[in-house]
Nanobody, 124 residues
Framework: QVQLVDSGGGLVQAGGSLRLSCVSS????????MGWFRQAPGKEREFVAA????????RYTDPVKGRFTISRDDAKNTVYLQMNSLKPEDTAVYYC?????????????????WGRGTRVTVSS
């Protein structure tokens, strides 16, 4: 049974930083791309970032480019999302997701495993 446990959210002031983590178990972590999505209050869930199985390819939604960095540590079965220069509009529940594929994609349907989410609140 595949499990994704995401953590690291919290309350931070605008301009601050947080690092989210997601530990995977139940499948060979290193063989699949991983992603992060978020859902802001009253909005649909949206893609944030993704990383390929070999970590040589990443993909980001435009609003976070240059501020967020996705990375992975296959030895720890963990994917990270480093979030810098946080803005109030980054406030959301962030979800780790495990892909069906090797390449990083932005489509929710390409991901078949999901964490429970970790809440990020950015105050102005």
């Amino acid at each position: 049974q595949v499990q994704l446990v995401d953590s690291g959210g919290g309350l931070v002031q605008a301009g601050g930083s947080l690092r989210l983590s997601c530990v995977s178990s139940g499948r060979t972590f290193s063989r699949y791309a991983m992603g992060w999505f978020r859902q802001a209050p009253g909005k649909e869930r949206e893609f944030v970032a993704a990383i390929s199985w070999t970590a040589d390819s990443t993909r980001y939604t435009d609003p976070v480019k240059g501020r967020f960095t996705i990375s992975r540590d296959d030895a720890k079965n963990t994917v990270y999302l480093q979030m810098n220069s946080l803005k109030p509009e980054d406030t959301a529940v962030y979800y780790c997701a495990g892909s069906r594929y090797y390449s990083p994609t932005a489509r929710e349907d390409d991901y078949n495993y999901w964490g429970r989410g970790t809440r990020v609140t950015v105050s102005s």
